[in-house]
């Protein structure tokens, strides 16, 4: 049995003056024609055989076995969020022709007169949302396909929760219908919006961190809110940083926030990561809220407990820094040793001995391998017309990895 081409070709909005003259020529000699009711009613005289698309798996038995001439009417460019991926996971691709069209995102960002070049695009249409929301609020510029689940309000809740709603929010809804309609609002604005089941919702953001003046890392100790006692140093944090060896999507917890300094680089220098800032000192709290905000971090999410408490709902991490454990180092290590990731790195900072030995003694009990070093800061101070070198504490930095030698 000869191998019909299967054809798969994308609607636009505009019915018949969508297609390519070529396209309309196949769906013209096509035996079958495969689509959702709106697509399918384009095509009222089609003298073929009209079927719903439903369940895919029994499209792919159908299409193994035909050798009928076949066209699949799918929206916009089908191989963008479409059904491309599934058809071409399970056939042939030399069985497959793609005829793309205006996708539903070019439309919508045409009609909001906005560029789209520089935004990212995500769908959490039948997908979980958590990975989308960390793209999200790591971009400026964010274009959602979303479902009944996850609907606009649903993604608003969460970027709200997550700190990040700093956004310009356009809702377009029935794109190319009768009853098509763009919103511009606020994030929190979608949480009063029901929004119809076929929207698309654009995020722009308002705001930007001044990366001019905050680097990513070695920021100065005085553009952070804290006391003096409660900060890890610009020299400790930078070692710091390069300890726990961060790469760009991992899940951080940084317990014993503090001024939040070490949580705010980290954030810097993974976008795409998670970071759960776990504090509880009332004065600190104050000194966080401010200091999230100042550098638009977008990716880190205060966890208002003292540890090990607050460490339960929290996903498993790839890294943990331990600034402060409350005299509960010991407990927060057992938690540590069950929920770190495998090749995970914990840091621990100690400024007196006693937390050093006691640190190095858990950890090696848990099957870790322990580095402990010891960083010694001096900074100029000027006296009269000299300039001395005023010392501070030394710190000891722990790190720890998982199993190795």
């Not at 996850?150 to 794109?175: Q, S, V």
Request: charged share 25%; aromatic share 8%; proline share 4%.
């Amino acid at each position: 049995m000869a191998e019909q081409t299967i054809y798969l070709i994308g609607a636009g909005f505009t019915g018949w003056d969508g297609f390519p003259a070529k396209a309309l020529e196949i769906i013209k000699n096509a035996e079958i024609m495969f689509g959702h009711n709106r697509h399918l009613a384009i095509f009222p005289d089609f003298t073929g055989e009209k079927r719903q698309l439903g369940d895919l798996s029994e499209l792919i038995d159908f299409l193994k076995k035909t050798d009928k001439r076949v066209v699949i009417l799918a929206s916009g460019d089908p191989a963008f969020f479409g059904i491309s991926r599934f058809l071409l996971r399970n056939l042939p691709k030399d069985r497959i022709e793609i005829f793309p069209n205006v996708t539903s995102m070019q439309y919508a960002f045409a009609r909001i007169k906005e560029p789209w070049d520089d935004g990212i695009f995500v769908s959490v249409h039948g997908r979980g949302m958590h990975q989308a929301i960390d793209k999200i609020i790591a971009a400026e510029k964010a274009c959602v396909l979303t479902d009944k689940v996850n609907t606009p309000a649903a993604i608003a809740a969460e970027l709200i929760e997550r700190g990040a709603e700093g956004y310009e929010a356009w809702l377009c809804e029935d794109l190319g219908m009768p009853t098509e309609k763009f919103t511009k609002t606020t994030v929190r604005g979608l949480l009063d919006i029901s929004a119809s089941e076929l929207n698309i919702l654009i995020l722009i953001r308002t705001y930007e961190p001044n990366l001019t003046h905050y680097p990513l890392i070695g920021i100065e100790d005085d553009e952070f809110q804290t006391t003096k006692k409660l900060i890890t140093k610009q020299e400790v944090r930078a070692v710091t940083l390069a300890k726990l060896q961060l790469q760009d999507d991992l899940v951080m917890w940084d317990i014993g926030a503090g001024s939040c300094s070490v949580s705010i680089e980290a954030s810097n220098l993974m976008p795409n990561g998670r970071v759960f800032a776990v504090e509880k000192n009332q004065q600190c709290l104050g000194f966080i809220a401010e200091n999230l905000k100042k550098f638009c971090a977008r990716n880190i999410k205060l966890i208002e407990a003292y540890a090990p408490d607050g460490l339960d709902d929290l996903p498993d991490p790839d890294r943990v820094f331990i600034g402060g454990a409350g005299g509960k180092l010991d407990e927060i290590i057992d938690i540590i040793s069950l929920r770190l990731k495998p090749e995970g790195v914990v840091v621990i900072n100690a400024v007196t001995l006693d937390t050093l030995t006691r640190a190095v003694e858990f950890l090696e009990d848990h099957g870790f391998t322990v580095e402990a070093t010891c960083i010694n800061v001096a900074k100029t101070r000027t006296l009269t017309e000299y300039k001395m070198f005023e010392a501070q504490n030394p710190v000891y930095v722990i790190t720890a990895k998982k199993g190795g030698e």
